[in-house]
């Protein structure tokens, strides 16, 4: 469904992925992880048109996405979760729903998808018409994955969701990930917390300083010299 080929990207000098390519098939949920300043974060930011690679290809489908825009992006089917939830506090949790779904021209199905992500994250329902700031952040987390979904993404992408969350909530946001796999949803997953991660994944992908330094299952990767270094960081 996605492949990333040779991407180099660079901030003026400093050179944030170097040749790093990769591929998630349909139905899987492929995780990625590794140290700070590996350059996860940048890799999202490549594949949902943010930042624009030096040299490079990325496809969806088999049909190259270099150069749209973000919301073209969406439009194809790919949704990302950014690192931070960017929610809109100010706005009601049901606003922020309505957000997610703005992509959405046909509106047959708004009234099933917001039905089925409030069953996913009951809490929202709870919520529903009060500010989103007012969440703490593991239901601030779940809002931008359900607002997320209501673009009816085939592929949904995640920037370190766990980021800043208690283990418990950490735990329930990764088993919804699970669940929306199970669902026929495709997820990318970009984690620091390389433990849950590689639990979850089908595949694991670690990066390092720009490039890829593992790709495989969690077995493989149990064998590998990777492992030590994404989980404990150690150079
Ligand atoms: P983290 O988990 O800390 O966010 P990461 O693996 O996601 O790390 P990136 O955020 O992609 O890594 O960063 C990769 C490299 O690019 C780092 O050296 C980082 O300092 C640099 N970098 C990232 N964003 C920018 C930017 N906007 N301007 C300059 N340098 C940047």
Same mark, same amino acid.
């Given at each position: 469904?996605?492949?990333? =080929?040779?991407?180099?990207?660079?901030?003026?000098?400093? /050179? %944030?992925?170097? @040749? /790093?390519?990769?591929?998630?098939?349909?139905?899987?949920?492929?995780?990625?992880?590794?140290?700070? @300043?590996?350059?996860?974060?940048?890799?999202?930011? !490549? $594949?949902?048109?943010?930042?624009?690679?030096?040299?490079?290809? *990325?496809? $969806?489908?088999? +049909?190259?996405?270099? @150069?749209?825009?973000?919301? %073209? *992006?969406?439009?194809?089917?790919?949704?990302? /979760?950014?690192?931070?939830?960017? $929610?809109?506090? +100010?706005?009601?949790? !049901?606003?922020?729903?309505?957000?997610?779904?703005?992509?959405?021209?046909?509106?047959?199905?708004?009234?099933? &998808?917001?039905?089925?992500?409030?069953?996913?994250?009951?809490?929202?329902? &709870?919520?529903?018409?009060?500010?989103?700031? +007012? #969440?703490?952040?593991?239901?601030?987390?779940?809002?931008? *994955?359900?607002?997320?979904?209501?673009?009816?993404?085939?592929?949904?992408?995640?920037?370190?969701?766990?980021? @800043?969350?208690?283990?418990?909530?950490?735990?329930? /946001?990764?088993?919804?990930?699970?669940?929306?796999?199970?669902?026929? $949803?495709?997820?990318?997953? *970009?984690?620091?917390?390389?433990?849950?991660?590689?639990? #979850?994944? &089908?595949?694991?992908?670690?990066?390092?300083?720009?490039?890829?330094?593992?790709?495989? =299952?969690?077995?493989?990767?149990? &064998?590998?010299? !990777?492992?030590?270094?994404?989980?404990?960081?150690?150079?």
């Amino acid at each position: 469904m996605l492949t990333a =080929t040779d991407l180099h990207v660079s901030y003026g000098s400093i /050179v %944030a992925l170097r @040749g /790093v390519s990769i591929e998630v098939q349909q139905g899987e949920l492929v995780g990625v992880i590794g140290p700070n @300043g590996a350059g996860k974060s940048t890799l999202l930011k !490549a $594949i949902v048109g943010a930042v624009r690679p030096k040299q490079g290809g *990325i496809t $969806i489908d088999a +049909k190259s996405i270099l @150069g749209k825009s973000p919301e %073209a *992006i969406v439009r194809l089917g790919a949704s990302l /979760v950014p690192e931070g939830r960017h $929610i809109f506090t +100010k706005l009601t949790v !049901a606003e922020n729903l309505q957000l997610g779904a703005i992509v959405q021209r046909d509106r047959t199905h708004a009234e099933a &998808d917001l039905e089925q992500a409030l069953a996913l994250f009951p809490v929202l329902k &709870d919520y529903y018409r009060s500010q989103a700031g +007012k #969440l703490s952040g593991g239901e601030q987390q779940m809002l931008a *994955i359900a607002r997320a979904l209501l673009s009816r993404p085939r592929l949904l992408m995640l920037d370190e969701p766990s980021l @800043g969350l208690a283990p418990l909530v950490v735990d329930r /946001v990764f088993d919804s990930l699970d669940r929306l796999r199970a669902a026929g $949803i495709t997820i990318l997953l *970009i984690e620091q917390n390389a433990a849950r991660t590689i639990e #979850l994944a &089908d595949r694991i992908y670690v990066l390092r300083t720009g490039r890829v330094e593992f790709v495989g =299952t969690e077995e493989e990767f149990a &064998d590998s010299s !990777a492992y030590e270094h994404a989980l404990f960081g150690i150079t």
